[in-house]
Nanobody
Framework: QVQLAESGGGLVQAGGSLILSCAAS????????MGWFRQAPGREREFVAA????????YYTDSVKGRFTISRDNAKITVYLQMNSLKPEDTAVYYC???????????????WGQGTQVTVSS
């Protein structure tokens, strides 16, 4: 059984930065992808970013391109999300995910973390 634990959320002013981390306990299947989703109040959960096993392929939703960077440390089974130039609309609960790659830019997410709150004040 794989469990994911996010950390690094908090309150930040607009324009500020945060780094989210997510560590997996238990080793997932081989060549797993890792990523982040978020859910704002009253809105559906949305994809934010994902990273292939090798780290050579990254994917971002348009609203965070150029501001967020996803990275991973396979030795630590940890994924990071560096968030810069934060905006109030980035306020959400951020969830870490682990899954398999099913095609170019396509994933099936098998494991979800419990989420960490990010609040950006204006």
């Amino acid at each position: 059984q794989v469990q994911l634990a996010e950390s690094g959320g908090g309150l930040v002013q607009a324009g500020g930065s945060l780094i989210l981390s997510c560590a997996a306990s238990g080793r997932p299947f081989s060549s797993y992808a890792m990523g982040w989703f978020r859910q704002a109040p009253g809105r559906e959960r949305e994809f934010v970013a994902a990273l292939s096993w090798s780290g050579s392929n990254t994917y971002y939703t348009d609203s965070v391109k150029g501001r967020f960077t996803i990275s991973r440390d396979n030795a630590k089974i940890t994924v990071y999300l560096q968030m810069n130039s934060l905006k109030p609309e980035d306020t959400a609960v951020y969830y870490c995910v682990v899954g398999s790659t099913t095609g170019w830019g396509r994933f099936e997410w098998h494991y979800w973390g419990q989420g960490t709150q990010v609040t950006v004040s204006s």
